[in-house]
């Protein structure tokens, strides 16, 4: 009955582990008994929020950055 609901036996926490990178926020699928990582608010990508977004450039764009 309990697996039914999504509790099973020797259920771990996978997020206590912090695996996200980056300031990602981990999130966790005890069902499927298993966590991903939601970079939405970094600058980071990726399955652990480990990869730098990156920008192109066409030869018509510039980029302005205050210092």
Do not use: W, Y
Not at 13 to 37: M, R, V, W, Y
Not at 46 to 55: M, V
């Amino acid at each position: 009955m309990l697996a039914q609901e999504g509790v099973l036996p020797n259920c771990q926490i996978k997020c206590d582990a912090e695996p996200c990178k980056n300031g990602g926020t981990c999130q966790e699928h005890f069902a499927d008994q298993l966590s991903t990582c939601d970079c939405e608010h970094t600058s980071f990508l990726g399955e652990f929020c480990s990869e730098e977004k990156r920008a192109d450039f066409s030869g018509e764009s510039t980029l302005q950055r205050k210092f």
